[in-house]
Structures are given as C-alpha cells and as structure tokens.
C-alpha cells in the first residue's frame, strides 16, 4: 500500500533531504569554491558539437519519450547549452520531440538560447519538430531523419525505453558522435554499446551543473551529494540493524522504515 | 492451389503489413525511399490515431460529458437521474488556461505559453514529493538485508554471501556516484572503482537478458512474412 | 517585464502546491475531509495539458505543409504524411461515431434499468415529490415498449448475417439469445403492476431491472458485432492493423539485428570493463538457451543469481540517486530556484 499522506517521519526525512540543498545553494552564491569531480561524459558534449562545427554537418538533441517533470528540466539545462553553442558555431540544431508540451518547453528554451548568444534570427523553428507520441512511430521519424540529414553529432538525453537501441543504432550508422543519457537504468547498457559517451542514472542531472558551472546548480548538486550521504547512512545503519535482529532475534529491533512509517495523525 | 479464402479487407491488411515490414526492413542496408514513405505514413497514422484518441479516452467522458451536464440523463417520467454539479463549469478554466500553449507560435505573446509551461512544470514538481517518498521508501526498506542468515539455527552461507554481495554492490555504486566528495584516500578510490566494476557486471547481465526477447520479436516477424504474408502472396498470384 | 518574471513564478508556485499540501496535510483535518475534491481537481490539471492536443497537429501541418507547398525535398513523403493523417484520424472519428451508434439501444435500456432501480429506490425511501409508482411504472412500460421492434429487429439482422466466417457463427448463437432477451422483457413488462388501478407495488421492478440490463448487454453485443462488418469499422481495422499494428512490430523486431551489431561492437574486448560485461552477458545467455543446460545444469541459477543479487544491487543504487536527484530538481522546480530562472528569461 502507497504512501498517501506523509506522516512525522516523512515530513523529517524531507527537510533533511531539502536541508542540505538550500544550504549549498546560499553558499554557492556567496561564490564559495565549490569542489566537482570530472564526469567524462559531459567534457564530450562540447567535443561533439566541435566535431560537427569541424564537418559543417548537423547536431540533434532529442529528449526521447521525457514527459514534462524534474528529468525534463535537467534536460533542458544541457539543451540550453548545446543550443548556445550551436547558435555560435551556426550550426544546424535538430531537436525532434514525442511529445507536443516539451515541443513548446523546448521550443522556448532553444529562443532563448538563440537570443542569448544574439542569432535568434538563424533560429528555424522548423527544426524543432514533433515526430510522434507513439513510442516506434517516433523511433522511425528520428532514425530516418537522422541518416538523411547526416547528422555529426546526436545527443539522447532524457527518458527511453526499447527504442533506445533504435535511436542509438540510427546515429551510429549515420557515423555521429553520440552523447547519451538516460535515468532508466534498463536502458543504459544498450547506449553503452552504441554511444560514444554514455552519463548514467543522475550523472544526467549534474550535466548541466558540470557545464554550466552556475552557483545555483553546484550548490543544488553539493546538497544533493549530502541528501545521497544520508540514504548511504540509512542504508548502512539498517543493515546493521537487521544483521543483529538476524544473529539475536530476541533483540526484535524496530528497523528504519518503521520510525519513518509511524502515523503522526 | 491455396484453399484458403481471403476476405477482401484481410488480405489488403496482410499484404499491406508485409510490405510495411519489408520497408522498414531495408532500413538495415541504408535510408531508402520505401521506408521514407512507410515512415511517414507511420507517423501520420500514428498522429491521427494520436488526436482522437485522448478525446475519446480521456477528454470527452471526463471533461466535456460532465461540463456540458450530458451525464445527467431525463427518466421518463421527467424526473432527472442526478442534480447537474455547477462546480463543473470550472472545468473551463484549466481548459482555457492550457489553451495558453498556442500562444507560442505569436512573436508578441509568446510569454504568455510560458505561463501555462511553468504551471505544467510546478504541477509535476509538487506532484514528486508523493512519488519520490512511494518509490524510496520501499526500495531502503528492501535494502535492508541482513549479512549473516541463519536457516533452522545454523548459518545459511549462501544467502549470507548473496545479501553481502548485495549490499557492497549498492553501497559501493551509490558511492560512485558522489561527485562532490574528493577521493584523496586509496580505499575511496577502490570503493568508486568497485561501483564502476559492478555496474558493469549489471549492464552486461542485463543486456544478456534481453537478447532472447528480442530475438523473438524479430522470429515473430520472420514467421508473419514467411507464412502469413507468403500465403497471401500465393493466393494473389493463383498458386 | 519584471512582473512578468514574478507572475510565471507565482503560477509555477501555484502550479505545484495543491498536490504538495495533499500529500503532506493528513486526509481531514477537524473533520473536513481535505481531498473530497481530489478527482475532480486533478482532472482539471490533466486538462491543462490535454488542451495542448492541437500542438504537435499544428507542428506536423506546418514542416510538412511548408514542404508541400514550397515543393522542399521530401514533399512527397510530407503528401504521404498528412495522407495518412487525415485517413487514421477520420477513420478513428468514423469508428468512435459508430460504437456510439451502435450503443445508443444499449444505453437507453440501462437508462431505463436505472429508472425502474430509481422508482424501488424512492418507494421504499418513501419519497413525497414524485409521482405515485403505479404512474411512473406506467412511463417505465410506455418507454420499455418502445424499445421492442428496435430489439426484434436486431434478432433479424443478425439471423440474416451470411458468409461462414467466425462472426457469422457468433452473430447465428446471438440471435436467439437476443430474441429470448427480448421475449422475457415483453412478457415482464405485461406483469408490471401499472396504470390507475393498479396498486403500487414495486414487488416486479427488480425483475424487470434484470431484464432490461440483460437486454442491453445483448444489444450491445450484436450492434457492435454488426459495426464490425461495416466498411467504417474495416477500414479503421486495416490501417490500425496493416500500419500502426504491423509496422510497430517490425520496428521493434529491429531490434533484434541491432542488439547483435550492439553485442560486436561491444563486446569486442577492448577493456577489462566491456571483458566484464561481456561475461556477465555470456553467462545470463546460456543459462536461458537449452546449449548452456548442455554445457552446465546450473546456469539458469547463475542468470538467476545474476540478475537478482548484483544487477539488483547496482540498479537499486542507480535508481535512488536518480530519486534524490530527482527530488531536488523538482523541488527547484517548483519554487523557480534558478541562478537565471526560466521566469526571467523571457
């Protein structure tokens, strides 16, 4: 049975999560030095988009099946960067979208990139097109688009399922420096064998952080980092816990979940 | 000489499947025209199936029917099976608020789709308190495994030895996953690389695992064009 | 301009706190129940994004219509597009309007099953502003009657079917059914107690309910198994199925070559990482294939082991770093926590 309201340890376990993060962030801004390990990845995002300035061929952003939520948001960030950089080098940007509300985020996103850099007048809106919300209908229109528009350089960030080989194998043939990303870690080993450059899991969301270097986002990502200590903590600490119930079950230790589960009302 | 009738429609359905099949098929030796077109069609059909459907689905029998009051059905005798709810019409305004998103192709007012883009963005923000603590809370309660099992008093070795394989793994990977911590220490950098290692391990099972299924979707396919598709092609043909 | 910051602000604020408070406030709170709205104000969220339906429409209609119109590269295939999507979506429009056709008999017989529940309802609650039963069994009858040669000519409808397919021999086993559906409603409606002098007594309206609900689900089933043979419901089955159906599978079966070019090109061992994977990979495959059971029984419990005890592990890690992050970012989100927010870059 689901969680429907929060008790006492639920609402304690949120500040303590949420704690950590604002902290970082007021640090941050106070332009503290914030310490990020290298993420290799990420380094190959502007690598890749150089790549295709050098060729003079095509970049392709795609968020794959993301809906509008956090994953999106995250996905933007590096959009935002890539659309930048694109905008620079005068490159062609196609973002082929499943879906018709991140069609307008996206959208918005890409105008301000391109007016952030001063060339919102190469801006096509035409490249930024919605394929389909059907799950293959969407994989056929990106591989096809992708080995007719030659593309140097594809990025899949965001949410994928089956079609993630699809994709992959489509700007693999095109011979493009792939750059991918998903959250989904049932998805992770196919980009493994096909990209060039594979983040996993939540390397996703320090993306964008990574590039950017922006005080909200590296202190977001240290307080994250500090939210994450506390599960490894809890982890350990109710592992502990039900090794000793195992050894002495007289003990009947109340585990972790217990206190955060207890009603409060 | 095949005995078997076809009905018109299912015999256009059959051939017209295998040729879809074979189109998207030839996207293996290179992009070519046939499987442009299919592609295309795909698309379309998939979009026109795409507009009616949340409609019909969702729109019309959750929005429209109890806005418009046509759930509300006359017996009769004149009597009225329930009382029209006026709280429906306030149906109208998420309505007119989401039509907000069109605004995006104005040069002017394209500000105002970032209202209704900000909306659908707080909305799912709020929305992931619920599902973050639904998700994590079973996942750390299932965690919590302990490292020496005893089975009737004495020591269950290998369930022993799988729980603390299973927890160095989910500890060591969340460690690598740390990317503000600095890995001065030998052991911090061996528990990272045991993360990486094992992850490795779990992509590689992983992968494994799916090779057979997708092995027999593609066998499914064969059998379709072999026999289903072939037949019909015979048939067509008078052998 | 700053205010317009400060309002997508207020509205991403706005967007997020009903199901915030719903999930931290308890379900009541001195006795008012918080979420006795919850449905209805979620349907109303969803609508917000269900009004975006038009969107991708109007994107596809403009790349491709421009490209038609302009004769660009690929116009043809555009033609083929927008072809396809007029098709589907007319055929879809098309088939909705016939199962609501074909459903309309069925729902009027339920309306009616819910009238004559409404009448033993009111009886035994004693109702005073409706009509006394006697009268409103009378209405019940008149408009039950009505819906006789509707039902009898769906008996012969169906008895009529030709051909020798399967749904001949479905429609030739409905008929009599629907035909005995409809005889037991005549016959209980001549039982049911109405008119001026007849006493009110709703002792027959449950038998009658029975009778009109049962006639309604024939009715459903024979309307909607005669739509099936209509050139709408066809048409609409053979682009579902010849494109929609058939091209998804074949899309999806391309995954099996990509997933052994994926296997070389990974696999060839380049690293002691991709030896590992490539292992790991080995020993899960033979334990699902009946060459490993050849080699060694006890594969398929290596896979096993495999899967649910490190592979667990690592996607379990993977997943909750995902959550946290994923929490952070939404809580960002929500209360526009950006060094230059989405607000401000309008």
Known sequence: MGIEHASLGVLVLMALLIGPVLYYIRLARQERELYVRRIPGVGAIDEAVGRAAELGRPVSYTSGLTGVGPVLYACLGVLYHVARKAARYKLKLLTPQSDAQVLVVAEDTLRDA??????????????????????????????????????????????????????????????????????????????????????????LFAAAAYLTR???????????????????????????????????????????????????? | ?????????????????????????????????????????????????????????????????????????????????????????????????????????????????????????????????????????????????????????????FRSFSNTVFVVTLLSVMYYFFFSFRRRARFAEMGAGLGRWLMMVCFGAFFGSTVMARMALLVERLQFLLNDWGAALRYCIGL | MQYRAKLIKLVTFLGG????????????????????????????????????????????LMVHGSRIIFRR?????????????????????????????????????????????????????????????????????????????????????????AGEDVETARAQRLSPRVLAATDALVSGLEDLPRGEAAVGDVGKNSEISQRLADASVLSREGETLLFEQTRTKRFYEFLYQSFFISLGAAMFSLLGFYIAAAAYRAFRIRSSESALMLCAALLVMLGQI????WIWDGFPEVRVWLLSIPSSGAFRAIKIGALVAGLVMAFRMWLSIESESFAERS
Not at chain 1, 142 to 147: K, N, R, T
Not at chain 1, 166 to 195: D, H, N, R, Y
Not at chain 3, 79 to 90: E, S
Request: aromatic share 14%; glycine share 8%; with cysteine.
């Open chain 1, 114 to 203: 391109y007016r952030a850099e001063g060339r919102l007048a190469l801006l096509d809106a035409r490249n930024n097109m919605y394929l389909s919300d059907e799950q293959f209908a969407f994989a056929a229109g990106y591989m096809g688009l992708m080995q007719r528009e030659a593309v140097a350089a594809t990025f899949l960030f965001g949410h994928f399922a089956a079609e993630s080989l699809l994709l992959a194998e489509a700007g693999q043939q095109a011979g493009a420096m792939q750059v991918a990303s998903t959250i989904s870690p049932e998805q992770v080993p196919f980009f493994i064998c096909t990209c060039d450059y594979t983040l996993i899991g939540e390397e």
């Open chain 1, 214 to 265: 922006e005080p909200v986002q590296l202190g977001s990502l240290y307080g994250q980092d500090r939210a994450k200590l506390l599960m490894f903590v809890a982890i350990v600490v109710g592992v502990v816990i039900a090794t000793l119930n195992s050894i002495y079950p007289e003990l009947q230790l109340r585990n972790i979940e217990d206190y955060i589960l207890r009603e409060l009302w």
């Open chain 2, 1 to 157: 000489m095949s005995t078997v009738n076809y009905e018109p429609w299912t015999l256009a359905t059959i051939l017209t499947g295998g040729l879809g099949t074979l189109a998207i098929f030839s996207f293996l030796v290179r992009e070519n025209r046939l499987y442009r077109i299919f592609e295309h069609l795909y698309i379309g059909i998939a979009a026109g199936l795409g507009l009616v459907v949340p409609i019909k689905n969702y729109i019309w029998p959750q929005i429209l029917v109890p806005l418009l009051g046509y759930d509300v059905v006359q017996y009769p005798d004149g009597t009225f099976s329930k009382v029209y709810d006026p709280t429906n019409l306030l149906y109208i305004l998420p309505l007119s608020f989401g039509c907000l998103y069109y605004f995006v192709y104005s040069r002017r007012y394209a500000w105002l789709s970032k209202l209704v883009i900000g909306f659908s963005l707080g909305m799912s923000g709020g929305l992931a308190f619920k599902g973050f603590f639904n998700e994590i809370i079973p996942q750390l309660a299932s965690s919590f495994k302990p490292l020496v099992v005893y089975h009737d008093g004495a020591l269950d070795l």
């Open chain 3, 17 to 60: 706190i009903y199901y915030f408070l719903e999930f931290v406030l308890p379900a009541s709170i001195a006795g008012v129940k918080i979420d006795q709205y919850h449905e209805q104000i979620s349907n109303g969220f969803v609508a917000v994004g269900a009004a975006a339906i038009g969107l991708g429409l109007i994107n596809l």
């Open chain 3, 73 to 161: 590269r690929g116009w043809f295939e555009s033609c083929a597009l927008l072809l396809g999507l007029t098709a589907m979506a007319y055929a879809t429009a098309g088939e909705w309007a016939g199962s609501v056709d074909s459903s309309a008999q069925a729902g009027r017989l339920m309306m009616l099953r819910e009238f004559s529940d409404r009448i033993m309802a009111d009886a035994a609650a004693n109702k005073a502003d409706v009509l006394p039963v006697s009268k409103r069994n009378q209405f019940l009858y008149d408009a039950a009657t009505k819906e006789i040669p509707e039902l009898r000519a769906l008996v012969t409808r169906l008895s009529n079917m």
């Open chain 3, 290 to 293: 009946p060459f490993g059971l």
